[in-house]
């Protein structure tokens, strides 16, 4: 299984929401990411987890908070979002973080919208 | 991705070669990528290239290094309809930085 799910597929929410975006991979991988893809633009790093803790935050606002509850499992909570965050999230999971080829298989994405 | 440079845009003739190029500035990455995004899509691996190798081939792809002018591309051969997506270059230092993305037409 070579596959990194992502629910849901689509997302509208209100500034004054809560969400969460949820990522699964079963490959055994203990690295996990979250990227912000906006549109016509490439994918940016937001966080890494390495062995189910946060190793990266690429200073991303507060408002974005990751959670790894194990290492299959990688979450996205939202809230007090802006119109501005809508994107393209993008999870990605690979072997390690500092694995000699790091080859990262991504999800297929949430697209958020923000109202 | 400002570090990675890519031309955006690239048409092509269905059965013609694609070229698309890319410039990289981190001259320790240990290997370089390309990334295709089909639409709605998240990334997959298309091939990657070990830094001290100059070309590598993999059935219709093949991927040429040059390390002093930092310059990396990728050539389609026989380029098919189900090649139209954006293609991205990456390197890796502590995390991928992707290029601007190259997004790839292809028509009949």
């Known amino acids: 299984d070579t596959e990194v799910t992502q629910t849901p597929k689509h997302l509208v929410m209100g500034m004054t929401n809560k969400k969460s975006l949820k990522c699964e991979q079963h490959?055994?991988?203990?690295?996990m990411y979250w990227y912000k893809q906006k549109a016509k633009k490439p994918p940016e790093l937001m966080f890494v987890?390495?062995?189910?803790?946060?190793?990266i935050n690429e200073s991303v606002p507060s408002r974005f908070s990751p959670e790894c509850p194990n290492s299959s499992l990688l979450n996205l909570h939202l809230h007090a979002l802006q119109p501005e965050d809508s994107a393209l999230y993008l999870c990605?999971?690979?072997?390690?973080?500092?694995?000699?080829?790091?080859?990262?298989?991504f999800g297929p994405g949430t697209r958020l919208t923000v109202l | 991705g400002e570090d990675v440079e890519q031309s955006l845009f690239l048409s092509v003739r269905e059965g013609d070669s694609s070229v698309i190029n890319c410039t990289y500035t981190?001259?320790?990455?240990?290997?370089l990528y390309w990334y295709k995004q089909e639409p709605g899509a998240g990334l997959q691996l298309l091939t990657y290239?070990?830094?001290?190798?100059d070309m590598k081939q993999d059935q219709r792809l093949t991927v040429l290094l040059n390390k002093k002018d930092k310059h990396l591309s990728l050539r389609i051969a026989d380029t098919q309809t189900g090649d139209s997506a954006i293609y991205f270059c990456?390197?890796?230092?502590?995390?991928?930085?992707f290029g601007a993305g190259t997004t790839v037409t292809v028509r009949a």
């Open positions: 987890y390495s062995y189910e803790k946060l190793s």
């Open positions: 981190d001259s320790s990455s240990t290997y």
């Open positions: 990456a390197e890796f230092d502590y995390k991928l930085s």
């Open positions: 290239i070990f830094s001290n190798m």
């Open positions: 990605a999971s690979s072997s390690g973080p500092l694995a000699d080829l790091n080859e990262q298989f």
């Open positions: 490959m055994g991988h203990r690295a």
